[in-house]
């Protein structure tokens, strides 16, 4: 069984356009977030978000807006898509420790891979 | 100072050398340390979480010195499985929830 899934996994699509990715992990945790992997491959948080906060990298365009419909599942829309926008999109999960921090583990969906032309 | 470095890379080995990798942090209040895997063209996956007292797992080693702000990865016995990147990560609580990827290194081994 697939933890954290995607959809789709690869999305090409024009400069301008409007698009979703899709994630949903089925571990029961409360935490999830969207990274942007660069053609350096580079990693970088774009968002953190639970039930309780929502957490915004601030280097990250508004054009990039999470929608999360249920604990389960955090969605990327990105509207007025442009050519930088091409990048691999890494959705992930992690289980929040009553009385934290202590380590909490991410577990990666298998990205989707996103061109814009 | 980046918030998380790493060595640079590539490293080539044969099969069977042993290889360390080095990362460092610039935030001292950062309370949870990793070092994940990324295979080409797949997600990171978590190789070990770090701890300050260090901790193995086969033939992966880990340190944590809080101190000089630095984490190490140890691999004994390379394997052409080994071949991968390795991404240093730093999570920090202070002032919100933080999470940093180091750029990474490649490590490639060689018959």
């Known amino acids: 069984d697939t933890a954290v899934s995607q959809t789709p996994k690869y999305l090409v699509t024009q400069m301008g356009n409007d698009k979703s990715i899709k994630c949903e992990q089925n571990?029961?945790?409360?935490?999830m977030y969207w990274y942007k992997q660069d053609s350096k491959k580079f990693l970088k948080i774009m968002f953190s978000?639970?039930?309780?906060?929502?957490?915004i990298n601030e280097t990250v365009p508004n054009r990039f807006s999470p929608k999360s419909p249920d604990k389960a599942h955090l969605n990327l829309h990105i509207n007025s898509l442009e050519l930088g926008d091409s990048a691999v999109y890494f959705c992930?999960?992690?289980?929040?420790?009553?009385?934290?921090?202590?380590?909490?583990?991410?577990?990666f969906g298998p990205g989707t891979r996103l061109t814009v032309l | 100072r980046k918030e998380v470095e790493q060595d640079p890379g590539p490293f080539n080995v044969p099969e069977g050398a042993t290889v360390a990798f080095n990362c460092t942090y610039s935030?001292?209040?950062?309370?949870?340390f990793f070092w994940y895997r990324q295979d080409c063209r797949k997600e990171p996956k978590l190789l070990m979480s770090?701890?300050?007292s260090g901790n193995e797992d086969g033939r992966f080693t880990a340190q944590l010195n809080r101190a000089s702000q630095y984490i190490s990865l140890l691999i004994r016995d390379s394997k052409l499985s080994d071949s991968a990147t390795y991404l240093c990560?730093?999570?920090?609580?202070?002032?919100?929830?933080?999470?940093?990827f180091g750029a990474g290194t490649r490590l490639f081994v060689k018959a």
């Open positions: 992930a999960s992690s289980q929040d420790i009553p009385g934290g921090p202590v380590a909490d583990t991410q577990y």
């Open positions: 571990l029961g945790h409360d935490t």
């Open positions: 978000y639970n039930n309780k906060e929502l957490i």
């Open positions: 935030n001292s209040a950062s309370q949870s």
């Open positions: 770090v701890y300050s």
């Open positions: 990560v730093v999570n920090d609580y202070t002032g919100g929830f933080k999470t940093i």
